[in-house]
């Protein structure tokens, strides 16, 4: 399939002169040739400028749960649309909406809104500080929390040597973020239970807290072990350290109870964003009560002018309400499993090795017969092959990221012809990837069993 891109590259030349990068977020700048502009997106289904459908596996990161411009979710937004936008007081629905939460996911027993993912982790760590009365915090290699300062610390892996015995250096992963902060934020592998036992031993007793998003949304899906998890639970238990966990991207996706409920761990504060309205802008920080407690005057703050907003909060209790009482997260992974199958299929007839991390419903390939467990071993894969394939599969008019990082996004819209026209897509992608890299190494060592 040829795809024109002719309305999105002459826009581009038209935004690019009032916008960074032609565009509202950074990522969203694909290259000045391969920037899309949307038109609109209904169902799995979005259509560009230029009239091309794709079958999207981004889904804006993940909120597009259900698919886009969902009926019913949207009926209820336009509910709350009457209701008058926000107050500076508080509504009845809050509640309502609290209540589900609390009832979907074990240990949730209070809850605050935020608008944004950011927002909500942003307010766990300010929580678990004023809680514990500590600084600073640890953070999983890899991990992705939000564009606060203190969430923006990352290993260097580019300048480190993976033989050598010296931990990389950690550094921001932006310009802007102050470095008098950085000795706040210790960085730890995923999955290495001795560094994680010594950075306790070590900075156990200053810790307010440990983040980890236990199925890396921002690492090609890479997830921790149960035994990981629990161990970071005691850990945290040992040293009065919170225990937070990110399910931004995981919450009311792999699980009604997201993935502390697959893990069988209860985190003190949990945050929860994108699935939560079908993409209407809200997150919310939730967590065990006598931690929660502490927003209050005097205590952590907390608050917000477009917080709990009536659209997304109508949007929240419609889409939630679906979530936990229809199949829909059954449906979504089932067909997560279908496209795994397939395109295992795929890539088994041409003898490339392969693997898949993550959960059906968010789930990260791989080339090569094991998946990485852990940033430093993703970073020391290839990933040529798939940045080659993406490339190759928008131009099929398959959205998925870019970057192998991110992970293929489920929605409960995606449906058979969408699973058929993604397979014959993949084929044909994967069939060009191999042309491209027929002439290099790289092409010769992925091909093996
Ligand atoms: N935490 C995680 C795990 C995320 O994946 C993201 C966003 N990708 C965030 C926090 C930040 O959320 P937002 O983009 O809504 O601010």
Known sequence: MSRSLDRSNAHYQRAVKRL????????????????????????????????????????????????????????????????????????????????????????????????????????ALRLARAHTGRESYLLIEGSYHGLFDAAMWMVNLEDWDARSNSEPKVVSYSKGIPQTIRELAHLTPMNDPQRLEDVFRKHGNTLA???????????????????????????????????????????????????????????????????????????????????????????AAHGGTYTAHAVSLAAAEECLRILDETPALSTLAAYGESLKAGMSRILKARGIVHSFTGHPSMFGLFFAAT????????????????????????????????????????????????????????ERAVDRTLEGLSAGPAGKELIGG
């Open 209 to 299: 807290a440990m983040l980890i998003e236990p199925i890396q949304g921002n690492c090609c899906g890479i997830s921790a072990s149960r035994e990981f998890v629990q161990l970071a639970r005691r850990l945290c238990d040992q040293y009065g350290v919170l225990l937070i966990i990110d399910e931004v991207k995981t919450g009311f996706r792999v699980a009604k109870g997201g993935i502390q409920s697959l893990l069988g761990v209860q985190p003190d504060i949990a945050t929860f964003a994108k699935a939560m309205a079908n993409g209407y802008p809200i997150a919310c920080v939730a967590g065990r009560e006598e931690v929660m407690r502490t927003f209050r005057y005097g205590g």
């Open 20 to 123: 960074p990068l032609g565009v509202a977020s950074t990522f969203r700048y694909w290259g000045e040739d391969r920037t899309i502009y949307v038109h609109h997106g209904k169902g799995a289904r979005v259509w560009d400028i230029d009239g091309n459908k794709y079958v999207d596996y981004r889904l804006g990161y993940g909120p597009a749960i259900l698919g886009y411009a969902d009926d019913r979710v949207d009926a209820a937004a336009k509910r709350g649309m009457e209701v008058g936008g926000v107050f500076a007081l508080s509504t009845e629905r809050e509640l309502v909406v609290a209540d589900r939460i609390a009832k979907m996911v074990p240990g949730m027993d209070l809850v605050r809104f935020s608008n944004s993912g950011t927002e909500a982790v942003m307010a």
């Open 371 to 426: 998946p990485p467990d852990n940033y430093r071993a993703w970073k020391l894969s290839d990933y040529s092959f798939y940045d080659a394939m993406a490339a190759h599969l928008h131009d099929e008019c398959i959205i998925c990221e870019p970057d192998s990082r991110e992970p293929w996004f489920m929605c409960e819209a995606h449906d058979a012809s969408c699973l058929d026209d993604t397979l014959k897509a993949f």
